[in-house]
């Protein structure tokens, strides 16, 4: 199994990080994206080889790029400049492009995003080089949060954690590993976040997934105590979609809000893999159609 390599590339002049492993001979390219107040780790699991994203991709033939998003890692220091929505775009593209060198991309570039990622993984999308996009996950996130969750969530501030915040996040307890709760954190969230979080559900999720066109998955954990995940509100997510080539509906049993982090881990990152596989083969097919 590839063993991923932390990486720092110059990005206009910002310092960009993450985990990268290659694939040797790559089917395609996968960039992950992770939630808030989090990091590049969220998809290499702590001292859990087997529960790792990256190193499952690579493994399976994708190279992976697990990004430290702009405001985060390396970056930090430099979040005052980034508060245009494109920018982040630009330096996430750009760190992946660094980051990939002359190496080969096989089929081309896939997103996959967690939470507060998701918002980038859909302005990265949008943008003109994300009609290029082979396919788009997305998981832990939604239109609209359960009450008690809101209640919490709008008490939570960069030093604030309220009471509940870590039921919400890690329970149940069970479907993690007692070593990795909480253990995979950031020094602290960039003040874009705030805003990323205010206008995501009301405003921007809707905005922007009506002008997607590449093939999206749509992961729903069995155990999320977020976001709404009933069949109207999974029935109302897909319908956003109404530009995309295909839009699926998962849900991943024996999860929580953290999916690349529990014992499910695994099974999970086979169904994501399956899903990329899924969309180069239907794109060949429609080359050759």
Same mark, same amino acid.
């Given at each position: 199994?590839?063993?991923?390599?932390?990486?720092?590339?110059?990005?206009?002049?910002?310092p960009?990080?993450?985990l990268?492993?290659?694939?040797?001979?790559?089917?395609?390219?996968?960039?992950?994206?992770?939630?808030?107040?989090?990091?590049?780790?969220?998809?290499?699991?702590?001292?859990?080889?087997?529960?790792?994203?990256?190193r499952?991709?690579a493994?399976?033939?994708?190279?992976?790029i697990?990004l430290?998003r702009?405001?985060?890692?390396?970056s930090?220091?430099?979040?005052?400049?980034m508060?245009?929505?494109?920018?982040?775009?630009?330096?996430?593209y750009?760190?992946?492009?660094a980051?990939?060198g002359?190496?080969?991309?096989?089929?081309?570039?896939?997103?996959?995003?967690h939470?507060?990622?998701?918002?980038?993984?859909?302005?990265?999308?949008?943008?003109?080089?994300?009609?290029?996009?082979?396919g788009?996950?997305?998981?832990?996130?939604?239109l609209?949060?359960?009450?008690?969750?809101?209640?919490?969530?709008?008490?939570?501030?960069p030093?604030?954690?309220p *009471?509940?915040?870590? #039921?919400?996040? @890690?329970?149940?307890?069970?479907?993690?590993? +007692? $070593?990795?709760i909480?253990?995979? /954190? =950031?020094?602290?969230?960039?003040?874009?976040?705030a805003?990323?979080?205010?206008h995501?559900?009301?405003?921007d999720?809707p905005?922007?997934?009506?002008h997607?066109?590449?093939?999206?998955?749509?992961t *729903?954990a069995?155990? #999320?105590?977020? @976001?709404?995940?009933t069949?109207?509100?999974? +029935? $109302?997510?897909a319908?956003?979609? /109404? =530009?995309?080539?295909?839009?699926?509906?998962?849900?991943?049993?024996?999860?929580?809000?953290?999916?690349?982090l529990?014992v499910?881990?695994?099974?999970?990152?086979?169904?994501?893999?399956?899903f990329?596989?899924?969309?180069?083969?239907?794109?060949?097919?429609?080359?050759?159609?």
């Amino acid at each position: 199994m590839s063993t991923p390599v932390r990486r720092m590339v110059p990005v206009d002049g910002i310092p960009m990080s993450g985990l990268f492993a290659e694939a040797a001979d790559p089917q395609g390219v996968i960039v992950a994206l992770h939630g808030g107040a989090s990091s590049a780790a969220y998809f290499d699991c702590p001292n859990h080889p087997e529960l790792s994203f990256v190193r499952a991709a690579a493994a399976a033939g994708f190279s992976a790029i697990a990004l430290d998003r702009p405001g985060y890692g390396a970056s930090a220091p430099y979040s005052d400049s980034m508060w245009e929505p494109q920018r982040r775009v630009e330096l996430a593209y750009g760190a992946a492009d660094a980051m990939l060198g002359k190496r080969d991309r096989g089929a081309g570039l896939f997103i996959l995003a967690h939470s507060n990622g998701c918002e980038l993984a859909l302005r990265m999308a949008v943008a003109e080089r994300g009609h290029d996009l082979l396919g788009l996950e997305l998981a832990g996130t939604g239109l609209r949060q359960y009450p008690a969750a809101r209640a919490i969530l709008k008490q939570a501030t960069p030093t604030y954690r309220p *009471a509940g915040l870590r #039921e919400l996040i @890690w329970a149940p307890e069970e479907l993690y590993p +007692a $070593d990795v709760i909480n253990a995979v /954190g =950031s020094a602290g969230a960039p003040p874009q976040e705030a805003e990323i979080s205010t206008h995501w559900a009301g405003r921007d999720f809707p905005a922007l997934a009506g002008h997607v066109t590449a093939p999206v998955r749509f992961t *729903a954990a069995e155990h #999320e105590r977020v @976001w709404d995940s009933t069949p109207e509100a999974m +029935a $109302d997510i897909a319908a956003l979609f /109404g =530009s995309s080539a295909r839009v699926e509906i998962h849900h991943q049993g024996g999860a929580g809000h953290n999916l690349s982090l529990g014992v499910a881990a695994a099974q999970y990152h086979s169904s994501v893999l399956s899903f990329f596989k899924h969309c180069i083969t239907a794109d060949l097919d429609r080359e050759a159609g």
